[in-house]
């Protein structure tokens, strides 16, 4: 069975009430993740951010190595 409530102060407060002894082991998803988690709370970087220090770095790489990766990489064919 699913209650709905909303929390406040920290704690869930159901809608209505909910026939749940003391106790009891409940699982708690929110129901709009959007509005669950602040702006900037826990916000993962960009791969650009992460990379950013070598990005543009590599020197001598052949210039086709975007079309034949696996080429170089495996020795399929070249495309």
């Given amino acids: 069975m ?3 409530g909303q929390v406040r ?3 869930v407060v159901f809608d209505g009430s909910a026939p749940l002894a003391d106790g009891t082991l409940v699982d708690v998803a929110p129901a709009d993740t959007a509005a ?3 702006a ?3 916000a993962e970087p960009t791969w650009a951010e992460v990379l950013k220090e070598v990005i543009g770095k590599a020197e ?3 210039s086709d190595l975007a079309r034949n990766h696996n080429h ?3 020795g399929s064919p070249k495309r």
Avoid: E
């Fill in 9 to 11: 102060n920290g704690v």
């Fill in 36 to 38: 669950a988690t602040p």
């Fill in 2 to 4: 699913t209650y709905r």
């Fill in 40 to 42: 900037g709370a826990g």
């Fill in 60 to 62: 001598g790489l052949p």
């Fill in 72 to 74: 170089y990489l495996h």
